[in-house]
């Protein structure tokens, strides 16, 4: 497979793993009322991770799948 395939398919897993986000988010916050709502996001700009969100529980995680990103990506440039 090359670079091109394994692009169009990372598009399409992110929008499927961004619709079932939504739709979890939808479903919690129908069952339960007021709160505070906690959560983060990467996004990537070529091989540089912008990691944002609420909550400190986020920032460890965050920061394993920006690596894992940085990784992959190198290794589809340089390979």
């Keep these: 497979m090359d ?4 692009g169009i398919i990372l598009i399409f ?3 499927i793993v961004a619709f079932l986000g939504i739709i979890i988010s939808i479903l919690g916050s129908i069952r339960r009322e007021g709160g505070e709502v906690e959560g983060g996001g990467i996004i990537m700009i070529g091989p540089i991770p912008l990691i944002f969100g609420k909550g400190s529980r986020w920032i460890l995680p965050a920061l394993v799948i920006a ?3 940085i990784i992959f990506s190198l290794i589809l440039h340089l390979g």
């Design 3 to 6: 670079a091109a395939s394994w």
């Design 13 to 15: 897993v992110g929008f």
């Design 67 to 69: 690596l894992f990103l």
